[in-house]
């Protein structure tokens, strides 16, 4: 949280109902008892809590000040959030848009160690059927359960990312250094200046087509190092359904992060 200097004028119209920090964009709430900038949860969604009577200029100003303020309050809050799915047997997990049912398949002694932490989606009976090791205790089958969850969303992301980077940055005219998956609770990815792109693995939950803009949008990146009016140009430019993609993202964003700890 940080202070704000005394505020004399009246709010203007123009002022934003949204921003931007990282990959997420936070409804703004308008307080008239706040007298600082926070970030807070409500209903289940993060959101932006400013002061009533701020001047759009003002705020634009303290916001691009404050960005990594920003960026690790948003991560301190996600990492204290409940995650979603904990690898019990009938929890819902969700693959490239598709919704699967969890069912676990325990290894007996007579099966080989080669075939455990195995994940096969059917998507005729929405089922994840996930092929584990004979464990004492259910507590210690659902910790493998996630284990093996995060581990295949990981590989998965690396197969359907690699040739995607490379097509898109073809056709933008732009190159990437290389292609990392991590663990983001805050954000899909990041872009840094020498090149190295990295990615959400819990992007895999949303559509192909979602995927797709996360893509363009970091490679975008490495033109405009910010979110600025020509930054936005360049991403619907080579991705027309922005617009759309950004929506599913601002919908269910906040429950992917979630998914899993």
Same mark, same amino acid.
């Given at each position: 949280?940080?202070?704000?200097?005394?505020?004399?004028?009246?709010?203007?119209?123009?002022?934003?109902?949204?921003?931007?920090?990282?990959?997420?964009?936070?409804?703004?709430?308008?307080?008239?008892?706040? %007298?600082?900038? +926070?970030?807070? !949860?409500?209903?289940?969604?993060?959101?932006?809590?400013? @002061? =009533?009577?701020?001047?759009?200029? &003002?705020?634009?100003?303290?916001?691009?000040?404050?960005?990594?303020?920003?960026?690790?309050?948003?991560?301190?809050?996600?990492?204290?959030?409940?995650?979603?799915?904990?690898?019990?047997?009938?929890?819902?997990?969700?693959?490239?848009?598709?919704?699967?049912?969890?069912?676990?398949?325990?290894?007996?002694?007579?099966?080989?160690?080669?075939?455990?932490?195995?994940?096969?989606?059917?998507?005729?009976?929405?089922?994840?059927?996930?092929?584990?090791?004979?464990?004492?205790?259910?507590?210690?089958?659902?910790?493998?359960?996630? %284990?093996?969850? +995060?581990?295949? !969303?990981?590989?998965?992301?690396?197969?359907?990312?690699? @040739? =995607?980077?490379?097509?898109?940055? &073809?056709?933008?005219?732009?190159?990437?250094?290389?292609?990392?998956?991590?663990?983001?609770?805050?954000?899909?990815?990041?872009?840094?200046?020498?090149?190295?792109?990295?990615?959400?693995?819990?992007?895999?939950?949303?559509?192909?087509?979602?995927?797709?803009?996360?893509?363009?949008?970091?490679?975008?990146?490495?033109?405009?190092?910010?979110?600025?009016?020509?930054?936005?140009?360049?991403?619907?430019?080579?991705?027309?359904?922005?617009?759309?993609?950004?929506?599913?993202?601002?919908?269910?964003?906040?429950?992917?992060?979630?998914?899993?700890?």
């Amino acid at each position: 949280m940080f202070a704000l200097k005394s505020l004399k004028n009246s709010l203007l119209p123009e002022l934003p109902t949204e921003y931007q920090v990282g990959d997420l964009s936070l409804p703004i709430v308008l307080s008239a008892r706040r %007298k600082s900038i +926070a970030i807070k !949860y409500r209903q289940g969604q993060l959101c932006l809590e400013i @002061p =009533k009577a701020i001047k759009p200029s &003002q705020l634009s100003r303290i916001l691009q000040k404050n960005q990594q303020w920003l960026l690790r309050r948003v991560a301190d809050l996600a990492e204290m959030t409940t995650p979603i799915f904990s690898g019990e047997q009938g929890q819902p997990i969700t693959f490239f848009g598709q919704n699967y049912q969890c069912e676990w398949q325990v290894n007996t002694q007579a099966e080989t160690q080669a075939n455990t932490q195995r994940i096969e989606l059917c998507e005729k009976s929405q089922r994840a059927k996930f092929f584990l090791a004979n464990l004492k205790s259910d507590k210690q089958t659902a910790e493998q359960c996630c %284990k093996a969850t +995060a581990l295949y !969303y990981k590989e998965k992301a690396y197969h359907y990312l690699d @040739p =995607k980077l490379d097509f898109y940055a &073809q056709k933008m005219g732009v190159q990437y250094h290389s292609l990392t998956v991590k663990g983001y609770k805050s954000r899909w990815g990041s872009c840094y200046s020498d090149g190295r792109i990295q990615f959400n693995w819990r992007l895999m939950q949303a559509p192909e087509w979602v995927i797709d803009y996360v893509v363009v949008h970091e490679l975008a990146h490495l033109v405009h190092a910010n979110h600025s009016r020509d930054f936005w140009n360049l991403v619907e430019q080579h991705y027309p359904k922005t617009k759309q993609a950004k929506q599913v993202l601002k919908q269910q964003g906040r429950e992917w992060i979630s998914f899993l700890s």
